[in-house]
């Protein structure tokens, strides 16, 4: 048994294609496997939101123009994983939820006939479902017209969504840079550590742990950077602006994580 886990970056879509190849030996049989990749890949669907997110305020894509209920239902599926055939039964006031299994934000899709609504925390996610709609419509020859209503207030909650990971991550790099001093302290002691604090023998007592989640650390943070400059990307570019020249200041901020400066990058006024 062969197990892969791969983590995919929403916006990027495609296959993954798997050559199987039997064990027996001259091998004589291979079947290839194709796992579709959807630009929103990391949502799936949610039953009902709880309720501390339907507390939540929500950035709403409109879109406009001559299509069928059953061509905007085509358009989720391609944006979207694991979304059934349309069926002529269906329900023409029901509103389709998900939730990002990575970042915990949601979505919310309805649509009727020339119209549909993409609501979400999150500003990326509308970019890339307005980006996929725009490329099915040309394919189509339909014409689209959008719009976005962007809620500031989205902005700090979606952050908010991210922190603890963040901070976990920064954690790791102080715990690792006092495993060694806590264990010579430790053994100048007789290996007496009980005088310890509760938080310094739990870094003592998970220290290979620590150890092997932070060489794994340079990654994730990598991968929280790529989400946060992606939000700070299209929450400009939906008001027309190029903020490329900002990513490395941005980036920087992320590395050396703090929250509120954070929030200050996105406040800022560029023009």
């Known amino acids: 048994r062969l197990q892969m886990r791969v983590r995919t970056t929403e916006g990027e879509y495609g296959e993954i294609t ?10 004589k ?9 959807k630009p929103l890949s990391l949502h799936c669907r949610a039953v009902a939101f709880r309720d501390d997110e339907m507390q939540r305020d929500l950035n709403v894509l409109t879109l406009r123009g001559s299509f ?121 002691e007789g290996g007496d550590s009980s005088w310890m604090s509760a938080e310094y023998l739990a870094i003592l007592k998970n220290a290979d742990a620590i150890r092997a989640e932070h060489k794994q650390r340079p990654m994730l943070m990598n991968y929280l950077a790529g989400i946060i400059t992606d939000l700070f990307v299209d929450r400009h570019k939906l008001r027309g602006i190029d903020v490329r020249h900002k990513i490395p200041e941005l980036q920087g901020l992320i590395h050396d994580y703090n929250f509120d400066a954070l929030l200050s990058a996105f406040a800022e006024h560029i023009e």
Not at 161 to 187: D, F, G, M, P
Request: with cysteine.
């Open 29 to 37: 049989s291979a079947m290839v496997v194709k796992f579709p990749v």
């Open 68 to 188: 069928s209920v059953n061509v905007a239902h085509e358009w989720m599926r391609v944006c979207l994983p694991e979304i059934p055939p349309y069926q002529e039964n269906e329900d023409p006031n029901k509103a389709w939820t998900f939730r990002n299994v990575f970042t915990g934000s949601i979505l919310r899709v309805s649509y009727q006939k020339n119209l549909m609504y993409v609501e979400s925390d999150n500003i990326s996610t509308l970019a890339i479902f307005k980006e996929c709609v725009s490329r099915e419509s040309m394919r189509r020859r339909v014409h689209v017209s959008d719009s976005v209503e962007v809620k500031e207030s989205t902005i700090p909650g979606f952050l908010g969504l991210l922190h603890n990971r963040l901070q976990h991550l920064l954690a790791l790099s102080r715990q690792v840079e006092i495993i060694e001093a806590l264990k010579e302290v430790s053994t100048s």
């Open 18 to 27: 798997a050559t199987i190849v039997g064990a027996s030996t001259p091998s």
